[in-house]
């Protein structure tokens, strides 16, 4: 069998999967291992088209638009970090339309990944478990913040002041499971997508021209 051209697309995914680990893991040991986060941004781009591309259109429309707004919403996060590094380091500045555009990247990342990890699911064509995992792995991140948040400031004593201990928790649970999710689908977009779509052929029946 010749190997289906759209096994490469899930490369992207991975390499930007991996990144966001070593941003994750290393960021303790260096804190300059979260620039890791900046490729991982630019490789979203190609590996959400790459992911669409290898599902051979059965994520439907939803799939089409997820694509769009989640390949935006990461070439704004991109854009974002690019002016901030430019703004802070070369001119010593912090404009305040920083905020903006980081909290609109934001917002618009956090939708698409939720519409393209929702449309994947659907289609069933990529796992299920993994496209599902994709789609919730963010916004289970901000609520896991704004539950610790609440804590924090529900002004309740407690010995080991939980609100404290879990603040910011969610972003690194969050990325997390958005990492490992997006490893697995690019694993899995490596592969030939002949097999998966093709139907399995039952015995053929004497006589019959095969």
Same mark, same amino acid.
């Given at each position: 069998?010749?190997?289906?051209?759209?096994?490469?697309?899930?490369?992207?995914?991975?390499?930007?999967?991996?990144?966001?680990?070593?941003?994750?893991?290393?960021?303790?040991?260096?804190?300059?291992?979260?620039?890791?986060?900046?490729?991982?941004?630019?490789?979203?781009?190609?590996?959400?088209?790459?992911?669409?591309?290898?599902?051979?259109?059965?994520? /439907?429309? @939803?799939?089409?638009?997820?694509? $769009?707004?989640?390949?935006? =919403?990461? &070439?704004? !996060?991109? *854009?974002?970090? %690019?002016?901030?590094?430019?703004?802070?380091?070369?001119?010593?500045?912090?404009?305040?339309?920083?905020?903006?555009?980081?909290?609109?990247?934001?917002?618009?990342?956090?939708?698409?990944?939720?519409?393209?990890?929702?449309?994947?699911?659907?289609?069933?064509?990529?796992?299920?478990?993994?496209?599902?995992?994709?789609?919730?792995?963010?916004?289970?991140?901000?609520?896991?913040?704004?539950?610790?948040?609440?804590?924090?400031?529900?002004?309740?004593?407690?010995?080991?002041?939980? /609100?404290? @201990?879990?603040?910011?928790?969610? $972003?690194?649970?969050?990325? =997390?499971? &958005?990492? !490992?999710? *997006?490893?697995? %689908?690019?694993?899995?977009?490596?592969?030939?997508?002949?097999?998966?779509?093709?139907?399995?052929?039952?015995?053929?029946?004497?006589?019959?021209?095969?």
């Amino acid at each position: 069998m010749t190997r289906d051209p759209r096994g490469a697309n899930g490369s992207a995914a991975v390499a930007a999967g991996s990144l966001i680990l070593v941003a994750l893991v290393g960021h303790p040991v260096a804190d300059r291992l979260w620039l890791a986060l900046v490729p991982a941004a630019a490789l979203m781009v190609l590996s959400t088209r790459g992911l669409h591309s290898w599902q051979a259109g059965r994520d /439907g429309m @939803l799939g089409v638009v997820g694509t $769009l707004v989640l390949q935006g =919403g990461s &070439f704004l !996060l991109l *854009l974002s970090a %690019l002016a901030s590094a430019i703004a802070t380091t070369l001119l010593g500045l912090e404009p305040a339309w920083m905020a903006t555009l980081d909290t609109s990247s934001a917002w618009v990342f956090l939708l698409g990944v939720i519409l393209f990890g929702t449309a994947a699911a659907i289609a069933g064509v990529l796992p299920r478990g993994s496209a599902v995992a994709f789609a919730a792995s963010i916004p289970l991140g901000l609520a896991l913040d704004a539950v610790a948040e609440r804590m924090a400031g529900s002004g309740l004593a407690t010995v080991i002041a939980p /609100g404290e @201990l879990l603040s910011g928790v969610g $972003l690194y649970v969050g990325l =997390g499971i &958005f990492a !490992l999710s *997006l490893l697995h %689908l690019g694993f899995v977009a490596r592969r030939p997508l002949v097999e998966r779509l093709s139907p399995r052929r039952g015995p053929t029946s004497p006589g019959t021209v095969s």
